[in-house]
Structure formats: C-alpha cells, structure tokens
C-alpha cells in the first residue's frame, strides 16, 4: 500500500543503503533470545548510552567510492538521507552517497524498468513487496547474514526467496483506524470490533455534528490504501491466496461478495467524511482530525508526524477497521527495505553502509524518532512519545496482527491497486458505476502479479 508524502517533501533517506561484510564497522548488538512481530520490537539500551559506529577502515583500498541510490519515497522522511550521509561520513569518509529519491508509488517502479536496461544503481530502497518483484529475476544482491542477524527475525519473512535473503527490513508502519481517545472518553464510545458497533458510532457523531471520519480522497493513493487494508480483513484473512485464485479464475472482483464489501466500504467512508474530501491534502485531513472535527482516520503511522506536529500532545489510539465477522487484526507493513544490485562492483562499500544502518544505534533512534515509525532492528528503541503504541502492543500480545505483505504480494501496487483505486475515486464521484468499477479490475488481472 503507498503512503503519500506528507507535509514535507519526502527524500526517503529513510531508504537506507545497504551492507554486507564490511570489516571494522559498528559491532553488531547482543541477539535477542526470541523475537515478537513487529509490533514489539524489544526494549533496549537508551540513546545515550548507544555508540557511534567507529570511523575504522572504510573498504581495504581506502578509495573514494561513490555509490549510486534509488530510494523509493515513503512519507515521513525528507531530511532522513542527511542523517545517514552525516553517519556515514563519520564511520567511512571515503564512500559518498548520490541519492536519487522518487516517490515510491508512482515512480520507483517505472525507475526500475529503466535501471534494468542500463544498470541497477548500486543500492536500491524501497518496501517489502519489491523483493518479491526483483529477485526472481536475479538482479538483486543476497544480503549477508552479518547484518541480517542485527535485525527482528519477522523482518526476514517476506524477503527470502529460496532461502536466501535480498532485503534489508528497516522499519515499518502500523494500519487501521486511529481515533480520538478523549473524544472517546467524553462521548462514552468504546473501540468497535463489529461493523454494527461502528455503525453505531458514526450515527452519533452524525447527530451531534462531528464528521466520523477525516479523509483525504483526493489522493488516490489513499483510497488504495484503505481499500487493501480492508481487503486483508475481509478476504484474506478469509482465503489466504484469494489473489492466486483470482489470476486462476476462480474468483472474480464481479463476483465475489468478500471483495465487493472491501470496495464498498470506502462508500461508507466517502457518506461520512466531509464534503471536500476530493480537493483535502493530507496535512490539511490530519490537521482535521487533531483539532476535534472528526473521530477517526483510517490511515497508517504516516500520520503520526503530522499528528504530533501539530498538537504534539494529541491523545490517539488506533484500531483495525471492523470486518464482517468481527475478527479484525491490526495491520503491519514492513516499510523501508533495501536491496542491493547483484552486479555492483563496489559490494565493499555496500557493506560498509549497511553496517553503519544496522550497528549505528544512535542513529537507528534518530531515523525512527523522526519518522515516528517502529523499529526492525534489534535492541533499538525510539524515544518518541506514542499514544497509539498501548493499543499496539495490545494487539501483539493477542496475536491480532496481520503482515499486509501477503496481500500485496498477490496484488501488486503498481499498474493493479493504484489503477484500481482511481475506477474507486470515479465511482464515488459518480463517473462510473460501481460494476463497472469492479469489471475495470478484473479486466486488469494481468497485471495483479509482479511475475
């Protein structure tokens, strides 16, 4: 699912490079006897008692290197790229970084069809779900183990191939529904598990003049987002490989009930946001929701910095969308993944990043502070205040969270989601019908997998 840039231009630094084997670099932490999702990322030492990764030799030679970066944008992260030049300069003043940073939804892709005819750049970010495009094809890098081994054991799931790993999980963003705890509290509302309970709740914000929901369908990417978020609680929590099923036949967006109730429900979000939901900008959506004119927001931790920038002591809480049956998980999106080029001629210097991004914990703390994201590194914890992080730790210890991963490897994001939510904007506007909107999804099943 693609996250927009919010109010700042987002450089996704946060797009990390990678490493692997890189002698003298920082000195991996201590492993974790048994590691949770995600969500629970381990407690560990405070920042100030981290280290910087120690200025040792850079590669053998001790050359200049300059390595080329593909960073696909995320949306909390402009200023992230300054960070890591400043802490790569510090631990190997030889290798330089020349960033080159697109916005993952629309244009990472495009990029990599270009760079696979004239040579991959030597490190490129993006999320998750690209693994799952480029490996196969034998163009990316395995990562060593080195520095595989200073990350959670679930940032290695949705990236191995074969066993072998060709990504480096960095972070990753929680999705669902945050709302207003203290307006909660006030109007006696209690976090709804069933569609009648949250039908319940937007009825009384209805009558007392509060908007239940902010959105901000205006961006496109938006609207694919929630639509995948409800998708994974209403279908593939259902039928693990629906998106499988789909390119075989046996399944069809005109058909299948689950998958119209997934697009339906941006229906009910559309009849109950404000009316200029098509021309809000996301700052302005966010903005919106911490000053008391909505209840909820279906969104992602992307909305955390915004939140906090403008009232950094808004009460927040999040919760999964209510599906049909009740069940609901809270829903995890590995973000910030890093390959590497299999042909690269300067792995030395590849390497000697990625140890400065696994083994530099003050700077680990620094990136996931300021993208107000969750860790996937081991014994690295943010100081940043979270009010949603009761509700998801909550969730992990009862097993209710679900990796998005799995939809979106059957389903990609780029030419099937993206496209599939723009016939959704059109038929919320009124320009198509609902089945057409449906029909103009099943008419791109060729381009619902990356293979």
């Not at 990764?53 to 909390?76: C, H």
């Not at 999040?318 to 973000?335: A, M, R, V, W, Y």
């Not at 590194?377 to 730790?393: C, E, H, R, W, Y």
């Amino acid at each position: 699912m693609k996250k927009k840039l919010l109010s700042v231009v987002l450089c996704t630094a946060m797009l990390v490079p990678t490493l692997a084997g890189c002698g003298g670099g920082a000195e991996a932490p201590a492993e974790t006897p048994a590691e949770t999702p995600a969500a629970e990322a381990p407690a560990v030492e405070e920042a100030s008692e981290t280290e910087d990764a120690p200025a040792a030799e850079a590669d053998s030679s001790g050359e200049a290197v300059t390595l080329t970066v593909l960073a696909g944008q995320s949306t909390t992260d402009a200023g992230i790229e300054e960070m890591i030049d400043e802490a790569l300069a510090k631990a190997y003043p030889n290798i330089t970084l020349e960033w080159e940073c697109v916005d993952w939804g629309n244009d990472f892709q495009p990029k990599m069809q270009q760079y696979m005819q004239s040579g991959l750049p030597d490190i490129m970010i993006g999320k998750a779900q690209d693994v799952a495009t480029y490996a196969p094809q034998g163009i990316l890098g395995e990562i060593d183990a080195q520095y595989l081994d200073r990350g959670l054991d679930a940032a290695r799931q949705n990236v191995t191939i074969d066993g072998k790993t060709y990504g480096l999980v960095y972070n990753a963003l929680y999705q669902g529904v945050y709302y207003n705890k203290d307006m909660f509290a006030e109007n006696g509302w209690s976090v709804p598990k069933t569609q009648a309970e949250l039908q319940a709740i937007i009825d009384d914000c209805n009558a007392k003049g509060i908007k239940p929901f902010a959105s901000h369908m205006v961006d496109t990417w938006s609207i694919g987002n929630v639509t995948m978020q409800f998708a994974m609680n209403d279908v593939f929590n259902n039928d693990p490989t629906w998106g499988d099923k789909f390119r075989a036949g046996e399944v069809s967006f005109a058909d299948d009930k689950m998958m119209q109730t997934a697009y339906q429900y941006n229906k009910l979000i559309y009849d109950n946001t404000y009316p200029e939901t098509f021309s809000t900008e996301q700052t302005d959506c966010d903005a919106k929701m911490v000053m008391g004119e909505a209840a909820m927001k279906v969104s992602g931790s992307w909305s955390i910095q915004n939140f906090l920038d403008i009232d950094e002591s808004f009460n927040f809480g999040i919760f999964p969308f209510p599906n049909q049956t009740g069940d609901s998980k809270l829903i995890f999106e590995p973000n910030i993944t890093i390959m590497t080029s299999a042909e690269s001629e300067h792995q030395d210097a590849i390497n000697c990043v990625l140890d400065v991004l696994t083994g530099d914990k003050e700077l680990a703390v620094e990136i996931y502070d300021y993208t107000k994201t969750a860790p996937m590194l081991k014994d690295v914890t943010p100081t940043f205040t979270n009010p949603s992080q009761a509700d998801i730790d909550e969730y992990a210890a009862n097993n209710m969270i679900v990796d998005v991963t799995l939809g979106n490897n059957q389903l990609v994001w780029g030419g099937f989601q993206e496209e599939n939510a723009k016939d959704i904007a059109a038929w919320l506007q009124g320009d198509i019908s609902f089945e057409d909107c449906l029909a103009a999804s099943d008419a791109r099943v060729d381009a619902s997998s990356a293979n």
